[in-house]
């Protein structure tokens, strides 16, 4: 017997509610902490993940864009600090700057002035844990199939889930656009930088993007996309009721889980929501009659990767409780962050999906 993954087909395909449930799980782990070294290694599980299991299809190539975005928002968070302080205190000034005088309704707020190591090295934590949460969910664009998430998302929610796909696939599609064009510019000896570059590229991109608007709303219009059959009114009351219901006890519950004080509450609010939200989804599908051609299953390896994500999250938020300090250095005073043993194995979960996913052979 061999424990290497299968090539990856439709039969067996990954749930893509599967991926993004991992990624999620990731993302959760990293709000918990602003260890360098564990958010380093959050994000290296996740880039591993997506360089083994990632097909070739258009929106799996989005995954350099989410980076980047990370490692702007980074620098973005040093600039801000720099430029219009901290309210961390520091005794290391690294540089003072030309301070501008505001008014005394401005009270608080400061322009230049003392620039110190502590609150740069706070602003790096704190722009490293919300690059490590776009990156995450860059994780789940580029694995998940977003029209296989459609297929999978209950009848109450398939006209917001078709405004979401399309969403969130029309920026990969004009990311590989671009790439092609300028791939294209590059071998007729064309420039493809600068502002003229820019420009004679992002005409044809436009195009193409209005091209995919208007194939889409034919397709969708050829399927008959918004019927609804009758439902009585206390039908649509108590779905309204449920499904708006558990959505707030969600919210609650997930603001509970992403910080330090609220894992008590969090979790009970999250299942409470989550089961109502399912009953008033169960209900609102009775308005929309769907058929599904060739479903995805939950298999045995979709539900591995799921849990994978949630086990990386569940024991974050453990240790979290039990050794605070190991998971978010101190500024003030300075300390060097160490990487501590049992989060850093508990990161490391999330590399199962490397091992137990299918291996992807081509898009389709």
């Excluded at 493809?192 to 420009?199: D, P």
Aim: aromatic share 6%; net charge positive.
């Amino acid at each position: 017997m061999t424990l290497r993954a299968p090539e990856a087909h439709r039969s067996n395909a990954v749930h893509a509610g599967a991926w993004w449930l991992w990624a999620l799980g990731l993302a959760v782990a990293a709000s918990r902490t602003t260890n360098p070294l564990l958010l380093g290694l959050l994000v290296g599980v996740a880039g591993y993940v997506v360089a083994a299991r990632r097909t070739d299809a258009p929106w799996a190539r989005s995954y350099g864009a989410f980076v980047k975005l990370g490692l702007a928002v980074v620098v973005i968070r040093l600039v801000f600090s720099t430029l219009l302080g901290s309210p961390i205190p520091g005794t290391h000034v690294l540089v003072t700057l030309p301070e501008v005088p505001l008014p005394d309704w401005a009270q608080g707020i400061r322009i230049g002035g003392r620039v110190t190591a502590e609150q740069l090295v706070f602003a790096l934590y704190d722009g490293a844990k919300l690059a490590t949460l776009l990156i995450c969910v860059g994780a789940a664009n580029a694995l998940a199939n977003p029209a296989r998430l459609l297929k999978s998302l209950p009848g109450a929610l398939y006209e917001v889930g078709v405004a979401v796909v399309v969403a969130m696939t029309f920026a990969p599609n004009m990311v590989a656009d671009v790439a092609r064009l300028r791939t294209v510019r590059r071998l007729r000896g064309r420039p493809t930088g600068g502002v003229k570059a820019v420009l004679q590229i992002g005409l044809p991109v436009l195009e193409g993007a209005l091209e995919r608007s208007v194939a889409l709303a034919a397709s969708m219009d050829a399927r008959g996309y918004g019927r609804t059959a009758a439902v009585p009114a206390g039908v649509r009351r108590t779905t309204t009721v449920l499904t708006l219901g558990g959505l707030l006890g969600i919210c609650a519950g997930a603001y509970g889980l992403l910080t330090a004080e609220g894992a008590r509450y969090g979790l009970p609010l999250v299942a409470a929501g989550l089961v109502a939200a399912v009953a008033g989804l169960w209900l609102g599908g009775r308005r929309s009659p769907r058929t599904r051609y060739r479903p995805d299953r939950w298999g045995p390896r979709s539900l591995l990767v799921a849990g994978s994500g949630v086990a990386v999250a569940a024991l974050m938020i453990m240790a979290s409780g039990h050794s605070p300090e190991a998971l978010r250095p101190g500024v003030t005073p300075l300390v060097t962050p160490a990487l501590p043993v049992w989060p850093a194995l508990s990161v490391l979960v999330g590399l199962v999906p490397a091992f137990v996913a299918p291996v992807p052979k081509e898009s389709w």
